[in-house]
Nanobody, 125 residues
Framework: QVQLVESGGGLVQAGGSLRLSCAAS????????MGWFRQAPGKEREIVAA????????YYADSVKGRFTISRDNAKNTVYLQMNSLKPEDTAVYYCASGRNNRGLIVKAPEYDYWGQGTQVTVSS
């Protein structure tokens, strides 16, 4: 059974930082690309960042480029999202996801087959 468990969310002031973690189990972690998505109230789920199996390729949404960094540690079966210079518009539930039989860089939600339960990030102004 594949499980993805996010942690690290919370309440932070604008300009602050948070580091999200996603611990994976139940499949060979290094065989799959991983991604972080977010969903704000009343909005659709959107891609935030993605990383390929080895960590050598990454993708960022324009809204987070230069502020967020995705990384992974295959020895620990964990993917991270370092979020700096947070803005109120970054407030959302953040989800990690594991790619569907794909080791590459994945930016479309339907190409992910397992999702975590989400962690709330709230940025106050």
């Amino acid at each position: 059974q594949v499980q993805l468990v996010e942690s690290g969310g919370g309440l932070v002031q604008a300009g602050g930082s948070l580091r999200l973690s996603c611990a994976a189990s139940g499949r060979t972690f290094s065989n799959y690309g991983m991604g972080w998505f977010r969903q704000a109230p009343g909005k659709e789920r959107e891609i935030v960042a993605a990383i390929n199996w080895s960590g050598t390729s990454t993708y960022y949404a324009d809204s987070v480029k230069g502020r967020f960094t995705i990384s992974r540690d295959n020895a620990k079966n964990t993917v991270y999202l370092q979020m700096n210079s947070l803005k109120p518009e970054d407030t959302a539930v953040y989800y990690c996801a594991s790619g569907r039989n794909n080791r590459g860089l994945i930016v479309k939600a339907p190409e992910y087959d397992y999702w975590g339960q989400g962690t709330q990030v709230t940025v106050s102004s």
